[in-house]
């Protein structure tokens, strides 16, 4: 089992900046990816951006150059950083943990934090 809480979300004007943190837990070993997710209102959940047990990193096209996913494995955090933030960032955040334990793989989500670009 893993446990994610995330933090940080909030208001921010547009272009601002905002750092999200997911704070992870339990079988930290088992995780083979973690990404964050967003879900807009009346909108389904998408994929922000992923990145690997690996270090290897994907990210949606309409936030790609604008926010950057980074990890302290040390502290069991990730971190995802927002810049030139627009209105339609507006959503929900989640953070997701995918974790490889005796072949099965199992997703783990963390329970959401706001986030409102609006001036």
């Known amino acids: 089992q893993v446990q994610l809480v995330e933090s940080g979300g909030g208001l921010v004007q547009p272009g601002g900046s905002l750092r999200l943190s997911c704070a992870a837990s339990?079988?930290?070993?088992?995780?083979?990816?973690m990404g964050w997710y967003r879900q807009a209102p009346g909108k389904q959940r998408e994929s922000v951006t992923t990145?690997?047990?690996?270090?290897?990193?994907n990210y949606a096209d309409s936030v790609k150059g604008r926010f950057t996913i980074s990890g302290d494995n040390a502290k069991n955090i990730m971190y995802l950083q927002m810049n030139s933030m627009k209105p339609e960032d507006r959503a929900v955040y989640y953070c997701?943990?995918?974790?490889?334990?005796?072949?099965?793989?199992?997703?783990?989500w963390g329970q959401g934090t706001q986030v409102t670009v609006s001036s």
């Open positions: 997701k943990a995918v974790g490889l334990l005796e072949a099965t793989m199992s997703g783990y």
């Open positions: 339990g079988s930290i070993n088992s995780i083979v990816v």
């Open positions: 990145i690997t047990r690996g270090g290897t990193t």
